[in-house]
């Protein structure tokens, strides 16, 4: 059983920049991916950012590469999500995954939502222009 807790989610102006904090309990923390997705109004859930229990497997949506980090400090049992030079299209609800250690690093992010059966209960993320 995993637990997943997220903040840092707000508003900001576009060109912005806000970091969102995922805290983990649960024994699969420690070899397990765990991503960040979104879900705007109206739209299905996608993937912005994957990473692997050894912190240097990532893997990012196209619309985000060069603006948005993850990154995983297992001591902490957190995973960040930098998120720079927002864009109003940024704006959505981001949620924080994580699975049982059954997808492996290379494919935390091809599995989509449907691979991860822990989730967070979500943080608002709004970008005005």
């Known amino acids: 059983q995993v637990q997943l807790v997220e903040s840092g989610g707000g508003s900001v102006q576009a060109g912005g920049s806000l970091r969102l904090s995922c805290a983990a309990s649960?024994?699969?923390?420690?070899?397990?991916?765990m991503g960040w997705f979104r879900q705007a109004p109206g739209k299905e859930r996608e993937g912005v950012a994957t990473?692997?229990?050894?912190?240097?497997?990532?893997d990012y949506a196209d619309s985000v590469k060069g603006r948005f980090t993850i990154s995983r400090d297992n001591a902490k049992r957190t995973v960040y999500l930098q998120m720079t030079n927002l864009k109003p299209e940024d704006t959505a609800i981001y949620y924080c995954?994580?699975?049982?250690?059954?997808?492996?690093?290379?494919?935390?992010?091809?599995?989509?939502?449907?691979?991860?059966?822990?989730w967070g209960q979500g943080t608002q993320v709004t970008v005005s222009s």
């Open positions: 649960g024994d699969t923390y420690s070899r397990s991916c």
């Open positions: 990473i692997y229990t050894d912190g240097d497997n990532t």
């Open positions: 995954a994580a699975e049982d250690g059954f997808l492996g690093g290379g494919n935390c992010y091809g599995a989509g939502p449907g691979g991860y059966n822990y």
